[in-house]
């Protein structure tokens, strides 16, 4: 992942350039779009809120195998992008990163539709930091994946 400038403050301008400068090509070729960037609680969050940021995947026939099924492979690519933007949330901004370990859980199928990545910070550390991503249908706001990750900060 190549380096791009450290930002005081990371929302969702700097998440939107962040995806089409730093994200290999292919990558992008997901039809990604970065929807929210959460740095701070809102008023009457919950005690256990975590920084996180929320990717649309566009639906695509390129996507998916035979029947219109999104394929998993697009699935886990699109959980370990929205994680990389939970993480920056978290950390108000860049910082070089790789994937140590990823966790997919598939829960149904999913059949022409966006798809929805909601990427969590369960903990942010100096050397490693943890998340999690719940991926859902957009058309039904269904749950269709659940993702565990753990990324090496560089």
Known sequence: MAEAPQATEFGLE???QTLGEVFAPWVLD???TVEAIETD???GA???WQPGATLRMAFSERLCRS????CGQALMALADTA???AILAANRGFRPM?????TTHFLKAVASSDVLAEARVVRLGRTMSFGRVTLLGAGDGKPVAMVSSAFAML
């Open 41 to 43: 609680p809102p008023p």
């Open 46 to 48: 919950a005690a256990d």
């Open 83 to 85: 994680m990389v933007f």
């Open 67 to 70: 029947g219109g099924i999104v």
């Open 98 to 102: 790789t994937t140590v370990d990823q």
């Open 30 to 32: 997901l039809g990604l």
């Open 14 to 16: 700097q998440a939107r």
